[in-house]
């Protein structure tokens, strides 16, 4: 079956420092994955996705995630953190078989705090 | 420009009572809704899915269901509410081959008690 694990449910670091997010995932066809951050109180938005082009993909807000094959991993970083980062990102993964359609498998999420 | 609008934005109920959250999206036409839970704690679950008027898939088995009665709206309902289905309640849409991309609304924090 499918899954996505996030490894750390809550990441600590200081204002300009290097932010790194894991996440593993399990298909037994080539994935979709994709990240996305939610804020206090709000919904989701999508940071990047990965859809078998470049294995390297920039996202917005200076976020970017490798896909490695070999890993079954797609983390996110960001070279330094602004306070701005604090909130809860998601790792996910397209469910086999649904196309281009937007069923998703989620990460259990992990909560990004920024100190000063 | 595409919006979504979800309502309420918080809901206390008891347990036993009805559930009715309703989503609606502008500016696009034949989205594909969504609607997925996120229990405290724990990531999303996808709990309904719409290609269409009238056409639901359900993912899994649960006390609630959706319905959508116009092509930009989606409804999620109980007849009556359990403890567990406390939670934090996204309505989400995404268009064609759109590879998985979500716009998701703001939600509606549910607390049954």
């Known amino acids: 079956a499918q899954s996505v694990t996030q490894l750390g449910s809550h990441v600590s670091v200081s204002e300009g420092a290097l932010v790194l997010l894991r996440c593993n995932y399990s298909?037994?066809?080539?994935?979709?994955l994709f990240w996305y951050v939610q804020y206090p109180n709000q919904g989701l938005q999508l940071l990047l996705k990965?859809?078998?082009?470049?294995?390297l993909v920039k996202g917005i807000n200076g976020f970017e995630a490798e896909f490695k094959k070999s890993e079954t991993s797609f983390h996110l970083t960001k070279p330094s953190a602004h306070m701005s980062d604090a909130a809860e990102y998601f790792c996910?993964?397209?469910?086999?078989?649904?196309?281009?359609?937007?069923?998703?498998?989620f990460g259990q999420g992990t909560t990004l705090q920024v100190k000063p | 420009s595409q919006t979504i609008h979800q309502w309420p934005a918080t809901l206390v109920q008891p347990v036993g009572s009805p559930l009715s959250l309703e989503c609606t999206v502008e500016?696009?036409?034949?989205?594909?809704l969504y609607w997925y839970r996120q229990a405290a704690g724990r990531g999303l679950q996808l709990l309904f899915y719409?290609?269409?008027?009238?056409?639901i898939s359900s993912e899994v088995p649960q006390n609630l269901s959706a319905s959508r009665p116009q092509d930009r709206q989606f409804i999620l309902s109980s007849k009556k509410l359990l403890l567990s289905d406390s939670g934090f309640y996204l309505c989400?849409?995404?268009?064609?081959?759109?590879?998985?991309?979500?716009?998701f609304g703001s939600g509606t924090q549910l607390s049954v008690l």
């Open positions: 989400a849409w995404s268009v064609g081959a759109s590879g998985g991309k979500l716009f």
């Open positions: 298909s037994s066809v080539p994935p979709y």
């Open positions: 990965y859809t078998s082009a470049a294995t």
């Open positions: 996910a993964v397209s469910v086999e078989g649904s196309g281009n359609t937007g069923k998703l498998i």
């Open positions: 500016g696009t036409s034949n989205p594909n």
């Open positions: 719409s290609v269409g008027i009238g056409q």
